[in-house]
């Protein structure tokens, strides 16, 4: 009874939206073409010039515009490219750089690099952006550091591993950040993060010489394709342990805390109670001592 019913809801909607188009169209047809001038000719000829002239500036500034919005952006111009033909750039990174340390087919090289089969492309997203990889020498760990790809080259290398599984690069849109619950973004971070990166996300030590890094510097991609891929002894952040909803309040919560420089005014080297008593109680004397001397002028 009540498919019947929708489903020929469904046919006048249908045939509603048909009878609009027509309407639509036949609405434009009509309009009037737009009134053409019947000034006066001379008056029309030397403003014609002006207008052909500021046409022309009209033009060139959209040209010009659309030239420097089309130039920088090669993503666009890589998205649209084949996927194939970015495997094939990726790879060929790959051969030249990686290979050494994670080996011919990705199976990694003992004592060198583990492998990368399955990481995903979040991993090689992460590990490249954030300048971990290519790794230089063995170290005990891989620090932040300038990017040595550019974003193309990062979405090629990670097209060309995440082929073979693993998580793909996450997106996080502004949009999202803006409405996260920071309160609960707060709470999670405490719960799942803290203990390592420190209440205000300044990192700490871990056992052996490791550490985790201050998250700063980390943008919301960064942030979310950690938890995703739980680079060295960060574990990793499923969506059973936390959904893509709790994952942007956490990344909500870091960003704003990135964005806190110092609630309680100056920060005056952040070394704790002890200076800033010291401030307080400098500055308290001080200005007693005005208030006494200025009293005692006075009376
Ligand atoms: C000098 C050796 C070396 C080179 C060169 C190197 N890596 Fe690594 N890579 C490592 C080691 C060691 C680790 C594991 C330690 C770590 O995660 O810090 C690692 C980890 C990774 C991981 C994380 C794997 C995981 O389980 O999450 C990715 C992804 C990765 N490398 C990608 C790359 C890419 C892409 C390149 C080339 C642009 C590259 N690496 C070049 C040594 C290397
Ligand atoms: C057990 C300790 C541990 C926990 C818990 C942990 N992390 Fe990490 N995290 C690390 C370590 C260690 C690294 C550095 C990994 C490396 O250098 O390869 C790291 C790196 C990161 C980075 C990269 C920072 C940068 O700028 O390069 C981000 C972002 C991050 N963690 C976010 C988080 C978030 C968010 C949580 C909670 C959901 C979390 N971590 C929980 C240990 C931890």
């Not at 009540?2 to 809801?9: E, I, V």
């Not at 036949?26 to 500021?54: C, E, F, L």
């Not at 193309?152 to 995440?162: E, H, K, Q, S, V």
Request: glycine share 12%; aromatic share 6%.
């Amino acid at each position: 009874m009540a498919t019947t019913h929708n489903s020929s809801n469904d046919k006048q909607t249908g045939d509603r939206q048909g009878v609009s188009t027509m309407t639509d169209t036949a609405d434009t047809q009509s309009a009037p073409p737009s009134a053409a001038s019947s000034a006066n000719k001379r008056r029309t000829g030397r403003k014609s010039k002006v207008r052909r002239a500021a046409a022309l500036l009209g033009a060139l500034a959209v040209v010009g515009g659309m030239y420097s919005y089309a130039t920088p952006s090669n993503a666009e111009t890589n998205a649209s490219a084949s996927q194939a033909e970015m495997m094939k750039t990726g790879q060929g990174i790959y051969d030249k750089t990686c290979i050494t340390c994670h080996g011919a087919n990705l199976e990694g090289v003992k004592d060198r690099g583990p492998s990368l089969l399955g990481v995903g492309a979040a991993a090689v997203y992460f590990q490249v952006s954030t300048g971990r990889m290519p790794m230089t020498r063995q170290e005990a760990q891989t620090i932040r550091k300038p990017a040595k790809f550019g974003h193309d080259d990062t979405l090629a290398l990670a097209a060309y591993i995440g082929q073979y599984g693993g998580p793909a690069i996450p997106e996080v849109s502004k949009e999202s950040i803006k409405n996260a619950n920071l309160a609960e973004g707060g709470e999670l971070f405490r719960l799942n993060c803290a203990s390592c990166h420190n209440f205000v996300g300044q990192g700490g030590a871990l056992s052996s010489g490791k550490f985790a890094p201050s998250l700063k510097h980390a943008t919301p991609v960064d942030i979310y394709s950690a938890m995703l891929t739980g680079p060295q002894n960060m574990p990793v952040f499923s969506p059973n342990q936390l959904t893509d909803e709790q994952k942007v309040n956490i990344i909500a919560y870091v960003e704003s805390l990135q964005k806190t420089t110092d609630p309680g005014g100056a920060s005056i080297g952040r070394t704790g109670p002890v200076p800033e008593g010291l401030v307080i109680w400098l500055g308290g004397i001080s200005f007693m001592l005005i208030c006494t001397v200025w009293i005692a002028g006075k009376s």
